[in-house]
């Protein structure tokens, strides 16, 4: 007899299966959020864009529709070109490149010897005239004195013609004789008539000018020598006017200058302006004096104020060297380009350089005028 053994549960040899979350219980009222959340969605895009387009348009119009700009504008300058205005060789330079020089100071200096010998030469030739005008005024007073010996004469040999024709009558002289004085009394009428030429002839020569009270000769001499003296005193070139000395290469001692030649380039950088060259389709609106803003390639985040100061009287390609001539029958319109001057309301806290780039917005509505 088998003996029993205790019960024991049977192997389950299968997997068990993972156990399911619940479902949450339902409610109506999140069924109602998950129809409602397309529609609020449908007029957020439906309102919602259209205002924002609108918003947009009017912040261009505020911003972009009352002004017109241009990226076409230059920093410009007063430049003044220094030239010698008589030639020699360099002997002193007294500027470097860059420096700032006020009006009046010395640029450099040019070898004045040749012209202090030309003013010793003028000099000479004024006393020279002098010592002329002497010697024709001693030359009317001897003229004066030759005329009374030669009336003098006149007076002898007529009265000794007048005892020859006497004794002519009488027969007690010959021909001959009384030929001879009849002769000597042409004579001595000569010499009064050549003594008084050459009085006349003095008198002329030592005239003076009507206007300068001046005898001619000496007065000539007097400016040619004025004429040494300033050739001298332009040896010295100094600064017509304040500003930067530029393209100073030229200024090397011993270097022969050529009177006419551009020497060195002054930079008025106390003054500057802006060019803006807009299209002619921006000039519509546009004023003299309206408001106007200035940034600048150079200085990132600078921004000056200024205004328009003048619109120019011709577009750029009518001042070109070769303006366009569109008569040829190869025409092709081109927006033309109109030079605007921008002058600065304010100082620019960056130091300005000629022929920065700039750019530049005017603005043309309404009461944009600048100061306002």
Same mark, same amino acid.
């Given at each position: 007899m088998d003996q029993l053994s205790p019960t024991r549960p049977a192997a389950d040899n299968s997997i068990a299966a993972p156990k399911a979350d619940p479902l949450p219980p339902f409610s109506p009222a999140t069924a109602t959020e998950q129809k409602d959340a397309p529609k609020w969605r449908t007029r957020l895009l439906m309102f919602g864009l259209p205002a924002i387009l609108i918003a947009v348009g009017g912040y261009y119009w505020l911003t972009s529709g009352g002004s017109v700009s241009t990226d076409n504008a230059y920093v410009q300058?007063?430049?003044?070109?220094v030239a010698a205005e008589v030639g020699g060789r360099i002997t002193e330079v007294a500027v470097r490149d860059g420096q700032q020089v006020a009006a009046g100071q010395l640029l450099f200096r040019i070898d004045g010897e040749p012209y202090a010998l030309n003013v010793a030469q003028a000099t000479a030739a004024i006393d020279a005239a002098q010592v002329e005008v002497g010697n024709l005024s001693a030359s009317a007073n001897t003229s004066s004195v030759d005329i009374a010996a030669a009336r003098e004469d006149v007076a002898f040999a007529q009265v000794n013609f007048e005892r020859q024709a006497a004794l002519m009558e009488k027969g007690f002289t010959t021909r001959a004789a009384y030929d001879a004085s009849r002769h000597a009394v042409a004579q001595a009428r000569e010499r009064v008539r050549q003594a008084e030429a050459a009085a006349v002839e003095a008198r002329t020569k030592l005239a003076t000018g009507p206007a300068s009270g001046v005898n001619p000769q000496v007065e000539a001499a007097r400016v040619q020598r004025s004429q040494a003296q300033v +050739?001298? !005193?332009? *040896?010295?070139?100094?600064?017509?006017?304040?500003?930067?000395?530029? %393209?100073?290469?030229?200024? %090397?001692?011993? %270097?022969?200058?050529? $009177?006419?030649?551009? !020497?060195? *380039?002054l930079v008025d950088t106390a003054h500057p302006w802006v060019e803006a060259n807009f299209k002619e389709t921006d000039l519509a609106n546009m004023r003299v004096g309206q408001r106007a803003e200035v940034?600048?390639?150079?200085?990132?985040?600078? +921004?000056?104020?200024?205004?328009?100061? *003048?619109?120019? $009287?011709? *577009?750029?390609?009518?001042?070109?060297?070769?303006? $366009?001539? +569109?008569a040829t029958g190869n025409w092709v319109k081109v927006t033309q380009r109109v030079p605007v001057r921008i002058a600065f309301d304010e100082k620019p806290a960056r130091e300005m350089i000629a022929g920065l780039s700039a750019d530049v917005r005017v603005f043309t509505s309404s009461g944009a005028v600048a100061g306002k």
């Open positions: 300058m007063d430049k003044v070109s +050739n001298l !005193a332009r *040896t010295t070139v100094r600064a017509p006017s304040a500003g930067r000395v530029a %393209q100073s290469d030229r200024l %090397q001692v011993g %270097q022969m200058m050529v $009177a006419g030649l551009p !020497a060195v *380039t940034s600048f390639d150079a200085y990132p985040g600078l +921004n000056v104020r200024g205004h328009v100061l *003048t619109i120019g $009287a011709g *577009t750029g390609s009518e001042f070109s060297v070769l303006p $366009a001539q +569109n």
